[in-house]
T-cell receptor, first 118, second 113 residues
């Protein structure tokens, strides 16, 4: 069965520093997608970054980058130059492969609560 | 353009009451998903629509949960005879097609007393 593991319930980081949020996954599929979402206290899930299992380069989106290590089945999120507004819950999610009949639903981890300190 | 919208944002129900939660996906998005998020947990899949067809309802926790999307746009998640364990945030997400990035609405926070 597919599973996402986030082992850090909470993290502190100083403003302007970089932080890495850990994510490991388990799947027997060859084709899959990995996502990170941010959920501030308002509750909305905000899409941050995507990595496909066949992508050779690590994904980057502005201050967000995804450190994808396929052999280790890890997909860590790196946030550079942290800002106070980055304080939120962060979820790693996996989408099953896009083969015929697949729902492509997302499977989420339990999340990491990030607190950025001034 | 507008994102995914959900209504109501908050709902308090007495145990045994029926509730209906609405989701307006991003215009043109074919795929629509419902997720349930318990306090302190990640979202869990409930059901999936491709246009008006409900292709996967494997995550619905009981037959008290029912979802529809009759015209392939707006979707409604209905919970009959609500129980306290139904208290959660119900998130709706849409994508322009199956397998593409899902964009979420703000959620409906349901509290059953």
């Amino acid at each position: 069965a597919q599973k996402i593991t986030q082992t850090q319930p909470g993290m502190f980081v100083q403003e302007k520093e970089a932080v890495t949020l850990d994510c490991t996954y388990d799947t027997s599929d060859q084709s899959y997608g990995l996502f990170w979402y941010k959920q501030p206290s308002s509750g909305e899930m905000i899409f941050l970054i995507y990595q496909g299992s066949y992508d050779e380069q690590n994904a980057t989106e502005g201050r967000y980058s995804l450190n994808f290590q396929k052999a280790r089945k890890s997909a860590n999120l790196v946030i550079s130059a942290s800002q106070l507004g980055d304080s939120a819950m962060y979820f790693c999610a996996m989408r099953e492969g896009n083969y015929g009949g697949a729902t492509n639903k997302l499977i989420f981890g339990t999340g990491t609560l990030l607190a950025v300190q001034p | 353009g507008a994102g995914v919208s959900q209504s109501p944002r908050y709902k308090v129900a007495k145990r045994g009451q029926d509730v209906a939660l609405r989701c307006d996906p991003i215009s043109g998005h074919v795929s629509l998903f419902w997720y349930q998020q318990a306090l302190g947990q990640g979202p869990e899949f409930l059901t999936y629509f491709q246009n008006e067809a409900q292709l996967d309802k494997s995550g619905l926790p009981s037959d008290r949960f029912f979802a529809e999307r009759p015209e392939g746009s707006v979707s409604t998640l209905k919970i009959q005879r609500t129980q306290q364990e139904d208290s959660a945030v119900y998130l709706c997400a849409s994508s322009w097609d199956r397998g593409e990035t899902q964009y979420f609405g703000p959620g409906t926070r349901l509290l059953v007393l």
